[in-house]
């Protein structure tokens, strides 16, 4: 009985103890996720507002190589984003965009876990000044705290070197797919 009553005492000892550090282990714990902000890039002279809602970009008689982008919209702690509003545009395979309809642009929102997946084709390039500008798809990305507007671009493009915008954090990777590439694009936005 006596040892009992001395194994009570220590377990209500060190359960003292513990509750009084799990305050501060707790926050910190909360805390201890963090995604880098994604950078912010020019919004450029093609963007229009009010694209249509889809979620599918290719049309029929569209040439280019197929492209499905999986991509994530999260806060700085890291969590999904659910139904953030995305819009989406780019030019087509030879480096035109639409400026009189909505080929090549979308709206979209991301899913309850702050996802989404575009089908789209691989942007061209097109002549800024002398020199093309990398491959790239513009995006602004609605969130509680404003707007991200920023660009993604496409590791190997021989152009991104030379290119004032480009940044590599921003950069996807083309992955072979069954129907053309896949790629992969996390955005982390003020929440
Ligand atoms: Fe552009």
């Not at 995305?86 to 087509?92: A, G, I, R, Y």
């Amino acid at each position: 009985m006596k040892n009992e009553q001395v194994d009570r005492r220590r377990f209500l000892a060190q359960w003292a103890a513990l509750s009084a550090v799990a305050p501060s282990s707790a926050l910190a714990f909360a805390e201890a996720p963090r995604c880098a902000l994604t950078g912010e890039d020019i919004e450029g002279p093609y963007y229009l507002a009010n694209a249509p809602r889809r979620t599918t970009l290719i049309e029929p008689g569209m040439s280019g190589t197929p492209l499905e982008l999986e991509a994530t919209v999260r806060d700085t702690r890291c969590i999904g984003l659910a139904r953030a509003r995305v819009e989406l545009w780019q030019c087509d395979a030879r480096g035109r965009y639409d400026t009189a309809g909505s080929r090549l642009r979308a709206t979209l929102e991301t899913d309850a876990r702050g996802r989404f997946t575009v089908r789209t084709i691989v942007p061209g390039r097109y002549l800024n000044g002398a020199t093309y500008r990398p491959a790239h798809i513009h995006c602004k990305i609605h969130g509680p705290r404003g707007v991200l507007t920023t660009q993604i671009y496409f590791d190997g493009d021989p152009y991104n070197a030379n290119d004032p915008w480009y940044r590599r954090e921003r950069a996807v990777s083309l992955v072979h797919g069954r129907d053309g590439f896949s790629a992969r694009f996390d955005a982390v936005v003020r929440a």
